[in-house]
């Protein structure tokens, strides 16, 4: 087990290492706009909220895990994800996940790096689309809801792009 924050170490980091802390220890990135204080203070309340849900775990429970039957199943470590612009309402707004009480925002158009187990829910996250044939019949079909482009850590990014965060 990790040591635990203080109030008194975190002041003395930077906003960088803040934002940091919250992703590698919590996976969740911290908004925007953020005093240095603020961010203490959430970093602070999230630890609380993890021992809390630590404690509430029965003492002989242990976490599911799935059998990996394949390399393309391991879900540990990073990729670069980028998600791109749709039509239609909030096609350019980022994409909130949610996996397992782990989240992340995702800004759009940008290359981001991303915990792996968040890719199924990228990948199989499909919309119903519904179309009137000729003979007045309706048809629907499942389409997916995000187009994404995936890149190993190895092959990096664009040069024109920029990475905008860890999630």
């Not at 990790?2 to 908004?31: I, V």
């Not at 482009?149 to 920029?162: A, F, K, Y």
Request: hydrophobic residues 35%; without cysteine; proline residues 5%.
């Amino acid at each position: 087990m990790s040591r635990p924050l203080t109030k008194a170490g975190l002041a003395k980091s930077n906003h960088e290492t803040l934002d940091t802390l919250a992703l590698e220890k919590f996976a969740t990135p911290l908004p925007e706009g953020l005093t240095k204080d603020e961010k203490v203070e959430m970093l602070l309340q999230m630890q609380q909220q993890a021992q809390s849900d630590e404690q509430d775990l029965p003492a002989n429970s242990e976490v599911a895990q799935a059998p990996k039957s394949s390399p393309e199943d391991d879900v540990s470590g990073h990729v670069y994800v980028r998600i791109a612009n749709q039509e239609g309402v909030g096609g350019d707004q980022p994409v909130f996940l949610q996996v397992n009480g782990f989240s992340a925002l995702i800004h759009r158009e940008k290359w981001v790096k991303l915990r792996k187990f968040f890719l199924p829910s990228l990948k199989h996250a499909v919309e119903t689309h519904f179309f009137q044939r000729e003979d007045g019949t309706m048809e629907s079909k499942e389409v997916r809801r995000f187009n994404i482009e995936v890149r190993s850590l190895d092959q990096g990014v664009p040069n024109d792009d920029q990475t905008l965060s860890v999630l």
